[in-house]
């Protein structure tokens, strides 16, 4: 069975950086691409970054430039250090593989990371 643990939200303010990590267990983890997922109140989940096993990697427009997605294999783990934080970025954030085509999770969310950005 999959799970997925993230950890590493906050409160910080506009400009500053936090570092996400997702533990994943139950997989062959380097075989799969994975992303980080944001929800904002009122919004729907979206993909905004997502690493291949081979360390290619993409960003939604909102956070390029200002986040990075990195992965360790042997820990079986995958970060986000984000910053440049901006108010919007508020939301909770999830890790998991996208499908290639439809950007839709393979598996069953975690509980999350809450990631507030406010002076």
């Known amino acids: 069975q999959v799970q997925l643990v993230e950890s590493g939200g906050g409160l910080v303010q506009p400009g500053g950086s936090l570092r996400l990590s997702c533990a994943a267990s139950?997989?062959?983890?380097?075989?799969?691409?994975m992303g980080w997922y944001r929800q904002a109140p009122g919004k729907q989940r979206e993909l905004v970054a997502r690493?291949?096993?081979?360390?290619?990697?993409n960003y939604s427009d909102s956070v390029k430039g200002r986040f990075t997605i990195s992965r360790d294999n042997a820990k079986n783990t995958v970060y986000l250090q984000m910053s440049s934080l901006k108010p919007e970025d508020t939301a909770v954030y999830y890790c998991?593989?996208?499908?290639?085509?439809?950007?839709?999770?393979?598996?069953?969310w975690g509980q999350g990371t809450q990631v507030t950005v406010s002076s």
């Open positions: 139950g997989i062959i983890f380097s075989r799969f691409v």
């Open positions: 690493i291949t096993n081979g360390g290619g990697t």
């Open positions: 998991n593989a996208p499908r290639s085509m439809t950007k839709t999770p393979i598996w069953d």
